[in-house]
């Protein structure tokens, strides 16, 4: 019997799942796990069941995933696979009690994951752009599913320049990644330490040091940036980039915000406007400006 | 919409009437003092329903989104992981619930059956709940005085959104049906037709009863201007913010807002209980990331953000109706006095007098 006026409620389309409990976590495995930082893991895993495996690697670039470690909580982290590779992994520092216990889990143990959240970067429409990657620490976090994703579909870019920030060589992230793009003909890639370890031979000073190098032409014409670290090092690098002739709306980042549904109820990632889980994470800094909040 | 009439005695027939078609009634119920609430209807307290009381503190929106709501069971054996969900679908109907509160379940309609996800666990308690509202047409036990529903646009009678609605005219109630399933009840015997003078009554009653209101104007036109156009001055969300003692009960008494945090609690050796809790933006952990980084450090921030919630206009187009209904709940609960109508008030007063300072120097 329909008795209440939840009926008259016209939802026609305007539902991603209508009848799926969007709060359910599926069974994942722990495959394996690579350190790369100072408290920083990468944690590779796959879903129990194969169908769900299928299903979530047709996320997007930017897009991110609710982990649950069952008695401890849930907690929102980015995908930095890039939806172009086989394996699905998180790469996650240690900060609190939900990250503490990945950090304590082993190949074989099993959590749980929900997603992909989130509207991710649209890559398609950058079709024909160049590309500038900036990233400070594990800021490149999400951005690596971009830059892979990007090298993957290497024709359809113009240039593609990447830049990148840590704060002492053994803070340098994805290494093997590093130097594959480094090598790589069809990419410039650029490194920056904040302190070097005497070993170091490339260049040291904040990541915005390396747009002033002789040699270095950052694109800037017809050309999207994305800029992905901590709070200090996002605005030196907006003030350079706009100094360079950058305009609001190609500068693109990814916003973190506690989160605890990734849907858009529980009302937590909320600023200004903005539900940064469904209406991010991804914004432009034309559209960051206008949120009014901390980054 | 169809209208019947029913004899004063016979009014909580409408309850007999539900309970018979399997629903548990909550209704409202008087304790000591000002202390009202809703508890399920027994053949015990039947007779001590009220149809006029003041509104409980405690909003009927529990039943749709309860304060504590289990949401998975996730059991662990022999290396295996299983995660249920856990559903909870009564057949429940609310006798006496009042037009601000209708007002208040419709906008958490719009909010977590709309968006780009269906909340799951509230359409399986929204889908069967029975609203039986009743009008406030007595000014002393009725309203209260800090109910604004004449400015909220939400009372003393609700519009729609009830299955039935009932109304005292003195010696007869009032019934009318704003669902089919609230029609079907108007079969029973216990109805019968009116006529053109219960109409007019109605209509008396309602002239008299929205005049008996305290808090009569919360400039809410004005205010809505004046916070989509971020042109609240900083000193006024600071003065506002310094009253606030950061208790969050405005949030927990509000039947429109939304916001839950998520928790895990141990329930057996190897058995865990996912539950969400209802939350506060007043409170200073609800932006705090793991790392300690807060984005909204101050007080007045966080109470900012409550305000602008409400007031924008982005969201109200968002959803499509207002997160505050009138219903006074938070001017009752607040110790700083900002409830709506005074921050309302507050804005409007300090940007008015800004803006007209402006306006004159240039």
Redesign the interface.
């Known amino acids: 019997m329909s008795t209440s006026a939840v009926e008259k409620i016209d939802l026609t389309g305007a539902n991603i799942s209508a009848t799926e409990n969007a709060y359910l976590p599926k069974v994942a495995i722990l495959d394996r796990v690579v350190p790369e930082i100072t408290d920083v893991k990468t944690f590779y895993w796959r879903f129990e069941d194969a169908a769900e495996q299928q299903a979530f690697r047709r996320f997007r670039p930017g897009q991110f995933a609710q982990v649950s470690l069952f008695g401890v909580g849930e907690f929102p982290t980015s995908l930095p696979a890039s939806p172009t590779e086989d394996e699905t992994f998180f790469t996650v520092r240690r900060v609190g009690s939900c990250t503490a216990a990945l950090h304590k889990m082993k190949p074989g143990d099993k959590f749980a994951v929900r997603g992909p959240y989130g509207n991710g970067f649209p890559m398609e429409d950058y079709y024909g752009k160049s590309l500038v990657f900036v990233a400070g620490g594990i800021g490149l976090i999400p951005l690596r599913s971009c830059i892979v994703y990007a090298l993957k579909h290497r024709d359809k870019y113009n240039h593609i320049q990447i830049f990148l920030g840590a704060k002492t060589p053994q803070e340098l992230m994805y290494v093997p990644n590093l130097r594959e793009w480094e090598q790589s003909a069809g990419v410039e890639c650029y490194l920056s330490v904040d302190r070097s370890d005497g070993v170091w031979a490339g260049n040291v000073g904040v990541v915005g040091s390396l747009f002033k190098k002789p040699g270095v032409q950052v694109q800037v014409e017809d050309t999207v940036a994305f800029v992905c670290g901590p709070p200090v090092m996002f605005r030196f690098v907006i003030k350079d980039l706009l100094t360079m002739g950058f305009q609001e709306r190609n500068i693109v980042s990814t916003l973190e915000r506690y989160m605890k549904c990734g849907i858009g109820k529980c009302g937590h990632c909320c600023i200004g406007v903005a539900y940064v889980c469904v209406d991010g994470p991804v914004f432009t800094y034309e559209q960051i400006k206008k949120l009014g909040e901390d980054i | 919409m169809k209208a019947r009439i029913l004899d004063r005695a016979d009014v909580l027939k409408i309850v007999d009437l539900l309970r018979q078609q399997g629903y548990e009634v909550m209704a409202p119920f008087c304790g000591r003092g000002r202390d009202t609430y809703f508890d399920v209807v027994t053949e015990q307290n039947r007779d001590q329903v009220q149809t006029h009381f003041a509104n409980p503190y405690y909003p009927p929106k529990r039943y749709v989104l309860p304060h504590i709501e289990p ?2 069971k ?1 059991t ?1 054996a022999n ?3 299983r ?1 249920e ?1 856990i559903y909870e679908e009564p057949k429940r109907a609310i006798f006496g619930i009042r037009s601000c509160d209708v007002a208040g379940i ?1 906008h958490l ?13 509230y ?1 399986k308690r ?6 039986v509202n009743m009008v406030c047409t007595d000014p002393d036990r009725d309203v209260g005085d800090e109910c604004f529903c004449v400015c909220a646009d939400t009372g003393p009678a609700a519009r ?4 039935l609605q009932l109304m005292d005219l003195g010696d007869e109630f009032m019934a009318v049906a ?4 609230g029609e079907s009840l108007l079969a029973d015997p216990v109805f019968r037709r009116g006529t053109e003078a219960h109409v007019e009554k109605r209509r008396a009653i309602l002239d008299e009863v929205r005049k008996r209101f305290k808090t009569s104007t919360s400039w809410f036109s004005a205010t809505v201007r004046y916070v989509s156009h ?1 042109e609240v001055l900083e000193k006024t969300w600071e003065e506002i913010g310094n009253r606030c003692i950061e208790c969050g009960g405005c949030t927990y008494v509000c039947p429109a807002c ?7 609690r ?1 329930t057996g050796p190897d058995e ?1 209980e ?1 539950v ?1 809790i209802w ?1 506060s ?1 007043a409170l200073g952990g ?6 300690g ?1 807060n ?2 450090k101050a007080v007045h ?1 966080r109470r900012n ?1 409550r305000f ?2 409400k007031l ?1 206009h ?2 109200i187009q968002r959803e499509l109706s207002m997160a505050c209904v009138g219903c006074g709940r938070c001017v009752d609960v607040c110790h700083g006095n900002i409830g709506m109508p005074s921050v309302v008030e507050m804005i409007r007063r300090a940007t008015a007098e800004f803006e007209n300072h402006e306006h004159v120097s240039r």
């Open positions: 949401m998975l996730v662990r290396g295996n992981v995660i969900p419709y309609d719009l909010f977590y059956l709309g968006g780009s996800f269906r909340d799951t666990y359409d929204r889908k069967n709940l029975f609203l729609d959104r009830f299955d704003g669902t089919p399933a971020g939304t916001c839950f945090t998520v928790s895990d141990q865990v996912r969400r939350d933006c609800f932006t705090r990331m793991a790392g980084h984005p909204r921030d953000r602008f919630r924008a982005y969201f």
